[in-house]
């Protein structure tokens, strides 16, 4: 999760982000809330852990085939435990 999503995501006004500073579709600058942007950002941080250590597509396909779907899905619990919501 990036700085840039979570202030699209807290503050609806924003369409243009440069650097730190935000704009509206007029060009205006816009100010946003800092802790409110690091709370998004820190709730939804296990989406990111979580899409870095699941296996690939290509190895959880392969672990169904070889390994069968209980195989799989203690592959996918694992991770999930790992990083939980």
Do not use: C
Request: aromatic residues 10%.
């Amino acid at each position: 999760m990036n700085k840039h999503t979570a202030i699209y995501a807290t503050t609806s006004t924003v369409v243009t982000i440069r650097g730190d500073e935000a704009f509206d579709a007029a060009g205006n600058p816009v100010s946003y809330d800092e802790a409110v942007v690091q709370a998004y950002i820190d709730a939804n941080a296990y989406k990111t852990q979580r899409a870095a250590a699941y296996p690939s597509i290509h190895d959880q396909l392969d672990l169904l085939y070889h390994g069968g779907m209980d195989a799989w899905k203690a592959a996918i619990t694992a991770v999930k435990q790992e990083f939980p919501k």
